[in-house]
């Protein structure tokens, strides 16, 4: 499908009045060629492979802002999950150096963040897997760009509640081990995790992607709000129309982008991510969009609605303008990144529950809250398990990215600056679920895991 000049030109007034950008451009990169039973000649190849492709990708993606005025805000890059490519050298001195690894490559190039440092466990834990979770306090404190996932159920395999259970305990760790608990951030638990996903801290280059591919991640919700505000009094079927065609348009000038880098970079072009990502920027808040609909403040009766109405509409329009829309795509709504989402939980208007109700439709889960630093590791475990279980039974991906913070406690607030935010400490409920949690195992798959 062709791209016209006067879409062109509709795009850059987007650019300029209403903060499109595409929010990330993702170089996946396979790493299982660069295995060694050598540990320090492993490293090399790892970090050599790393920084030349990382480098190309700076280089050409600067070009493309120049040429075409959209801001690629980050440029990231994802590995193979690197529990597959660890197998022999499988001790926590080991995964620390290799995270030091693809730190500096990371850093050296001019990465803002590398993802792919975790393990797909949902139906069981290696040794080399145990290894790697005990590791990953020290890795992430002692890091600035590795970013880490766990893949813990699909629902075909049901959720591995004692993985679940590992995980409480490491959070609460990696809490302590790393000031103001921001190697939380960089830490994402997931069920159903999609092998094209550009966004951190879930991306990885899955198993079944090539060697490499370039996936590009799309943010618009200051477009979406601005053409939400200037149809105030249509319909809710004509509101999803309007949202589906703007969205439309957002999909294509991404694809433009991420087409014409891959073809610089000589790599196979992946897939648009749709997603709308919100910053703390004024006027890019996925909150305000749900606001502009009429409800006075997103957490109120009637959001989970409005949110299951915007991610229709963002993925027919998605889907529409391109064959290659993948990763996650739909809504996000993280509390620290969206100046909305902060807003509602400051003045009571969104808790930890009704956050939970959103993210039965939204696409992707519970993503940068904070918690008190006391939550003990079981309810933090039972928090996780609650909103995997929404993903697992709805055949949807669901995350979950938990900061307890210590030495705060609900209403305080904790500042992790630059795109990360701030978060406010949210109350969790004082019950325990711990002798559940306890009983281990895995949860079955539900029905549909028949499916075939």
Do not use: W
């Not at 190309?56 to 600067?62: N, P, V």
């Not at 055949?395 to 210590?406: D, G, Q």
């Amino acid at each position: 499908m062709s791209i016209t000049v006067d879409e062109i030109f509709e795009t850059a007034s987007m650019t300029l009045y209403q903060n499109l950008d595409i929010r990330t451009t993702t170089l996946g990169i396979n790493l299982k060629d660069c295995i060694d039973s050598d540990f320090k000649k492993f490293k090399e190849k790892v970090y050599d492979k790393i920084y030349l492709n990382a480098k190309k990708l700076i280089e050409e993606a600067e070009k493309l802002e120049s040429k075409y005025g959209i801001p690629i805000v980050n440029k990231r890059i994802s590995i193979t999950p690197i529990s597959l490519i660890m197998e022999t050298h499988s001790t926590k001195k080991k995964y620390l150096e290799m995270a030091q690894t693809l730190d500096k490559a990371a850093k050296d190039a001019g990465i803002d963040f590398i993802g792919g440092f975790g393990a797909l466990v949902q139906k069981g834990m290696t040794k080399a897997d145990k290894k790697l979770i005990d590791s990953l306090p020290e890795v992430l404190s002692k890091t600035d760009r590795v970013c880490s996932f766990m893949n813990v159920g699909s629902n075909v395999s049901g959720m591995n509640v004692d993985a679940v259970n590992l995980l409480g305990a490491t959070i609460k760790q990696i809490s302590l081990q790393s000031k103001d608990a921001i190697g939380c951030a960089k830490f994402v638990v997931m069920v159903n995790a999609p092998e094209d996903n550009p966004f951190m801290a879930a991306a990885f280059h899955g198993i079944g992607e090539p060697d490499f591919s370039l996936n590009i991640g799309i943010s618009g919700p200051g477009v979406v709000k601005t053409v939400v505000e200037k149809n105030k009094k249509c319909d809710l079927t004509q509101l999803s129309e309007i949202i589906k065609r703007t969205v439309f348009k957002i999909t294509r000038a991404g694809e433009l982008v991420g087409r014409e880098l891959a073809y610089n970079m000589r790599i196979p072009f992946g897939i648009v991510d749709i997603s709308l990502a919100p910053t703390t920027a004024k006027g890019d808040s996925v909150a305000r969009i749900i606001e502009a609909f009429g409800i006075e403040s997103i957490g109120t009766h009637g959001s989970t609605m409005a949110i299951a109405l915007l991610m229709n509409a963002i993925k027919k329009g998605g889907a529409m303008a391109s064959g290659n829309v993948g990763g996650l795509s739909g809504t996000f709504i993280p509390i620290s990144e969206d100046a909305g989402m902060i807003e509602a939980v400051n003045k009571g208007a969104l808790n930890l529950e009704k956050l939970e109700a959103l993210t039965a439709v939204c696409s992707v889960g519970m993503d940068m809250f904070a918690v008190p630093g006391d939550t003990p590791s079981e309810k933090i475990s039972a928090i996780i398990a609650d909103e995997l279980a929404i993903g697992i039974v709805n055949n949807k991906t669901t995350a979950v990215r938990i900061i307890p913070v210590p030495g705060k406690k609900p209403g305080q607030s904790v500042n992790f600056g630059g795109l990360l935010g701030e978060a406010p400490v949210m109350k969790v409920n004082k019950y325990s679920a711990k002798d559940f949690m306890r009983r281990g195992g895995r949860m079955p798959a539900p029905i549909t895991s028949m499916r075939n």
